[in-house]
């Protein structure tokens, strides 16, 4: 099986092709909590409905802030001072940093998901589920290095944004935080409260929701916002998701054509997305609109790919599971073996997540 991989996060492209998304001008309404601060979804749909004038302000999970063209005030004749706050995941740096890693990511009760009756559990489950889990782990990062490269590209996006925004003579201080490794979403805080930024923009960098992605970095800071007087009065606003912005989709497509062309019978390669996996308990219980906001995604890159005469056969697959419970299916490692079964002589391999 001829085997390619189309490697590239489409997020410098998105940044590059988003027009005027940080526009600030008009009613600037503070963000505020949700009466129900246990109930996430409530969160979410609060926040979108306190953006900043926002001309998609509706509670719809896919919304995003977006202003016209002639709202754009340029931050240097403003007294703002614009932040933007890009939130990941993290890795660990060197194989030492491995097992604390995954403690902390076990120890985030949206990951290991207990009633409420045993979180008090959460920890010690952590320690005991990270120690186990060390040595597999440990494994895929020496592979790739001995190291996640997550903080560098992280970095990049930064960067790359910061220029971004300053074509458009928007000037923001941008801040990287990371929910389980350095640096940390508290660290990339407290310096946005010592820079006295004024209007703060929220970008977690996952192109779809999860509870446990996007979610679990939003609570976080739902937490510190409610518990600190600059930050309930500072007006925030968060993209909840990213992956039906027609930057990102027609970066995503263009990359596919791109290495399409380096087979030798491209119209014979099928498009295999992969994506990582959440437990089904997270989308069939819990109201997760990961699944759905993949499936969408993975459609509009297919449009995308079908309106420029690109025909090929495509399908999606979830990897990376954990642990003993059902993942969302089709597995990647189960997928592959059908499709050599079925006689699929070439594959190029998208990561969509
Ligand atoms: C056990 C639960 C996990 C859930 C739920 C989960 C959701 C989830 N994760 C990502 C993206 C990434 N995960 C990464 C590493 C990673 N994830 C888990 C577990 C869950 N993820 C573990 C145990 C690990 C460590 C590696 C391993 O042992 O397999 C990473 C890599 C980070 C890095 O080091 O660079 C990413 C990225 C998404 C998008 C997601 C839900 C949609
Ligand atoms: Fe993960």
């Not at 993209?239 to 027609?246: C, F, H, K």
């Amino acid at each position: 099986m001829l085997f390619r991989s189309c490697g590239k996060t489409a997020s410098t492209s998105f940044t590059g092709s988003t027009k005027h998304e940080l526009s600030l001008h008009g009613n600037v309404k503070p963000l505020q909590l949700a009466a129900n601060g246990s109930s996430r979804l409530a969160y979410r749909s609060l926040v979108l409905k306190n953006q900043w004038n926002l001309s998609a302000s509706s509670s719809s999970a896919n919304a995003v802030t977006t202003f016209d063209d002639d709202e754009v005030v340029p931050s240097s004749v403003s007294d703002e001072k614009i932040g933007v706050l890009l939130l990941n995941l993290g890795g660990p740096e060197t194989l030492d940093d491995v097992q604390p890693f995954l403690f902390n990511l076990f120890a985030d009760p949206d990951i290991i998901r207990l009633p409420r009756l045993f979180r008090f559990l959460q920890r010690p489950l952590a320690k005991l589920i990270s120690t186990f889990r060390a040595p597999k782990s440990k494994e895929g990062y020496a592979s790739i290095g001995g190291g996640s490269p997550l903080r560098k590209i992280t970095d990049e996006q930064a960067n790359a944004l910061k220029i971004a925004l300053e074509k458009k003579n928007l000037n923001a201080n941008i801040y990287v935080g990371m929910r389980y490794w350095y640096p940390f979403t508290e660290e990339a805080i407290d310096q946005i409260k010592k820079d006295k930024i004024t209007k703060l923009v929220v970008l977690p960098l996952y192109p779809q929701y999860s509870i446990s992605t996007s979610g679990s970095s939003i609570r976080v800071l739902q937490d510190i916002v409610k518990e600190d007087s600059y930050f309930s009065g500072l007006p925030i606003s968060i993209i909840e998701s990213w992956y039906q912005r027609d930057g990102y989709v027609k970066s995503m497509a263009d990359l596919i054509e791109k290495e399409l062309s380096a087979f030798s019978n491209p119209e014979e390669v099928m498009i295999f997305f992969s994506a990582h996996g959440v437990p089904l308990t997270y989308v069939e219980d819990a109201g997760d609109p990961y699944r759905d906001q993949m499936e969408d995604c993975i459609a509009l890159i297919m449009g995308e790919l079908r309106s420029r005469g690109i025909l090929n056969s495509y399908t999606l697959a979830y990897q990376s599971r954990v642990g003993p419970v059902q993942w969302l299916k089709p597995y990647t490692d189960e997928v592959l073996v059908e499709l050599g079964q079925k006689g699929v002589k070439s594959l190029l391999a998208v990561p969509v997540r």
